[in-house]
């Protein structure tokens, strides 16, 4: 049902700051960047192999990403998993007693289908399927 890791979703508090440790420390490339209004953030992607690093920026105070930082601090904040259906995979999930924070998918950064499973139910990982065309 799942293909790979699709991408790591890493919060961080200033991205422009955190851009130089993955680009200028670490080598990585700048793939692209997008504001994503539904989730308040500003996203970069960073592709290395045949996976990426998201880094998370939050463009509002009362936003997800904001609110993980406030509660944990800067860090990995979800793991995204690659599927082909993402519906089928929501109704997998149901069935098997999953809870989801997500029933439906949304759409998030680069036209991707996304719906979250609840930490609750993933042993304290915010786990996201991802969907792509
Ligand atoms: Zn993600």
Request: hydrophobic fraction near 40%; aromatic fraction near 4%.
């Amino acid at each position: 049902m799942t293909s790979k890791i699709d991408h790591i979703g890493i919060a961080v508090a200033n991205l422009d700051e955190a851009l130089k440790l993955y680009t200028e420390v670490l080598g990585l490339t700048v793939h692209g960047t997008e504001t994503v209004e539904e989730q308040k953030v500003k996203v970069a992607f960073l592709p290395i192999g045949d996976t990426e690093v998201e880094l998370l920026e939050s463009t509002d105070p009362e936003g997800p990403i904001a609110k993980f930082i406030e509660a944990k601090g800067q860090g990995i904040q979800h793991i995204a998993f690659r599927v082909s259906n993402i519906e089928e995979a929501l109704e997998a999930m149901k069935a098997k007693g999953i809870r989801r924070i997500d029933e439906k998918p949304r759409y998030g950064a680069g036209g991707a289908k996304i719906a979250f499973l609840h930490p609750k139910s993933t042993n304290g990982v915010l786990i996201e399927l991802c969907e792509r065309n």
